[in-house]
Nanobody
Framework: QVHLVESGGGWVQPGGSLRLSCPAS???????AAWFRQALRKEREFVVG???????YYADSVKGRFTISRDNPKDMVYLQMSRLKPEDTADYYC???????????????????WGRGTQVSVSS
């Protein structure tokens, strides 16, 4: 059984930084993981993913500002968010997929495991 629990959300001023964490107990490091987000009254969107071979894929809106990483021995996935903007305000969700190799699923339906989300609010 895979359990994902996000942490690290909160309020930050524009231009600030936050780091989200997602321990994935029961999940082996060879599989893909991703972060999605959903803003109020908007659809869930893919933010960034990392394959089992550490290939990464970023949404254009966060390129150069967000970084995904993983700590395999700890089964942890992180999302470092810098230069945050008000439009980054959303609930952020960690997701895990049994996709292997270099493939990074971009569709939420390809992820079988989800956390409950952590809220990120960017405002002055």
């Amino acid at each position: 059984q895979v359990h994902l629990v996000e942490s690290g959300g909160g309020w930050v001023q524009p231009g600030g930084s936050l780091r989200l964490s997602c321990p994935a107990s029961g999940f082996y490091s060879i599989y893909a993981a991703a972060w999605f987000r959903q803003a109020l009254r908007k659809e869930r969107e893919f933010v960034v993913g990392i394959s089992g071979t550490d290939v990464t894929y970023y949404a254009d809106s966060v390129k150069g500002r967000f970084t995904i990483s993983r700590d395999n021995p700890k089964d942890m996935v992180y999302l470092q968010m810098s230069r945050l903007k008000p439009e980054d305000t959303a609930d952020y969700y960690c997701a895990a997929s049994f996709s292997q190799g270099d493939y990074v699923p971009g569709c939420g339906g390809e992820y079988g495991y989800w956390g409950r989300g952590t809220q990120v609010s960017v405002s002055s």
